[in-house]
């Protein structure tokens, strides 16, 4: 069974907004913390935000004040929202938990 499951990802235009989701296939209940990363192919993986089991947030330089964080235990579920987004924003995006545990990423390709 998969852990984590990204969905959400696709092409968008410079400025507009995507929402990413996580689910878990254990309770996030359980999770301390999870986090958001991406990967431009070439590149290192980056950290982008990371959500604490009571929704506490923080953010790379780069996306804060763009993008938002959150989770809903309840769901085993964890978003990230983008607004604004920029041409540099574009990589495959990945949903992360404690003991290495991630998804299989989901495209996000913004254009100008």
């Known amino acids: 069974q998969v852990p984590l499951v990204e969905s959400g990802g696709g092409l968008v235009a410079v400025g507009g907004s995507l929402r990413l989701s996580c689910v878990s296939s254990?309770?996030?209940?359980?999770?301390?913390?999870m986090a958001w990363y991406r990967q431009v192919p070439g590149k290192e993986r980056e950290w982008v935000a990371s959500?604490?089991?009571?929704?506490?947030?923080a953010y790379a330089e780069s996306v804060k004040g763009r993008f938002t964080a959150s989770r809903d235990n309840s769901k085993n579920t964890m978003y990230l929202q983008m607004d604004s987004l920029k041409s540099e924003d574009s990589a495959i995006y990945y949903c992360?938990?404690?003991?290495?545990?991630w998804g299989q990423g989901t495209h996000v390709t913004v254009s100008s």
């Open positions: 254990e309770s996030m209940f359980t999770i301390a913390s």
């Open positions: 959500v604490t089991r009571s929704g506490s947030t």
């Open positions: 992360a938990a404690p003991g290495n545990r």
